[in-house]
């Protein structure tokens, strides 16, 4: 079967990682970001590895006025239309304390933008009633602390925004798997303190692909993340609300 994806944020290690293995298989891809150079090299590379199809395109969260040029490009395509999204921004929870105005940009990429995106997308996975979307949430979204709550509630409204994409998408043949990474080991962690359990990005993608393969509705990645955030949300308010963890 002929498939094509988007992967959003194609620049993180992670969204490398899967599209070197959509490229194993032969799948097209239009990697998607705002590092054109970034996206061109992994382009060349993906081509290399096999991919059918492997272009570089524009994509800005904060600018919806890219999104039509890559569904367009999409929609030329035969056979099943997918998109990753693995767009997402964490500034410090002290710089947003001290400059609230960072809020609207930290919901706008790892929220609203690429539901925004999805959601002119959806239309044309149901027509022809075939197609997965991967949504990479966090753990984050799983419950708000102190140290990464504007971050961790841009999560949780996309692991809610996923849930009924995937509710509407089922009825005609479509598929959402929701993405709930622990720690990885990415741009975005680098140098940050207090981390534990890191993951390599490229195990990250890899049981990505096993979720779609095997078309599950939610996975926490690595696996045993599921039973730390089972802890974590059990934890009584009272007692979570004075945890610095
Ligand atoms: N690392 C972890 O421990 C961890 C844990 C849980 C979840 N996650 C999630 O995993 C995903 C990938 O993150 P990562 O760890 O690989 O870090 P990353 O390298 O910083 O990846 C974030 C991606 O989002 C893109 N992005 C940010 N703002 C954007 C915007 N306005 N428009 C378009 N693209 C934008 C970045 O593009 P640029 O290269 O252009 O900045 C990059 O491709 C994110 O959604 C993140 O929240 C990560």
Redesign the pocket.
């Known amino acids: 079967m002929m498939e094509t994806w988007v992967i959003?944020?194609?620049?993180?290690?992670?969204?490398r990682g899967l599209a070197r293995a959509l490229a194993d298989r032969g799948a097209g891809l239009l990697l998607a970001?705002?590092?054109m150079a970034?996206l061109e090299a992994t382009a060349a590379d993906c081509t290399l590895r096999g991919a059918r199809l492997a272009e570089a395109v524009k994509?800005?969260?904060?600018d919806p006025s890219t999104f039509g040029p890559i569904l367009e490009r999409l929609g030329k395509e035969d056979g099943s239309l997918n998109c990753a999204c693995?767009?997402?921004?964490?500034p410090p929870q002290a710089d947003i304390d001290a400059d609230p105005s960072l809020i609207e940009g930290v919901i706008?990429?790892?929220f609203t933008?690429p539901a925004r995106f999805l959601t002119a997308l959806a239309p044309m996975i149901e027509a022809r009633q075939m197609g997965c979307i991967v949504g990479?949430?966090?753990?984050?979204g799983d419950r708000g602390r102190v140290g990464n709550y504007v971050y961790g509630s841009s999560?949780a409204g996309f692991h809610t925004y996923l849930s009924g994409l995937r509710n509407r998408l089922t009825r005609s043949g479509g598929h959402v798997v929701t993405v709930k990474?622990?720690?990885?080991d990415?741009?975005?962690?680098w140098g940050l303190e207090g981390m534990f359990l890191v993951a390599p990005?490229d195990a990250v993608a890899a049981s990505i692909l096993k979720a779609v393969e095997k078309e599950r509705n939610i996975i926490y990645t690595p696996f045993f993340w599921r039973y730390i955030m089972m802890i974590i949300r059990s934890v009584p308010e009272p007692i979570f609300k004075k945890m610095s963890i």
């Open positions: 959003l944020g194609a620049t993180s290690s992670m969204a970001g705002r590092d970034d994509f800005d969260a904060r693995f767009v997402g921004s964490m706008t990429d790892s933008g990479v949430g966090s753990v984050a999560k990474p622990g720690f990885v990415t741009a975005m962690t990005p």
